[in-house]
């Protein structure tokens, strides 16, 4: 089973190069972007488990200084 999900951030701006390239270096991170829009930046991530995803988004991601919020899309099919 693979759990694929697309996650969105709001970083404080002059934070966001920062994170994006803090997020990039995370295992599990296949793809990171600073976006432009309601957030401000866009991950496309995977992980064996719904719990390694819960446990990245919460333990993980959430506490990265700079991240304010989080939004989790998590992909109904991985084909």
Do not use: H, W
């Amino acid at each position: 089973m693979v759990v694929l999900a697309f996650i969105m951030a709001k970083v404080e701006s002059s934070k966001s190069r920062e994170v994006l390239n803090r997020v990039k270096k995370i295992d599990g991170v296949q793809e990171a972007y600073i976006i432009y829009g309601a957030y401000d930046l866009l991950l496309k991530a995977s992980f064996k488990t719904p719990e390694a995803l819960s446990s990245f988004v919460v333990d993980t991601l959430r506490k990265i200084d700079g991240i304010r919020d989080t939004v989790t899309n998590v992909c109904a099919t991985c084909d």
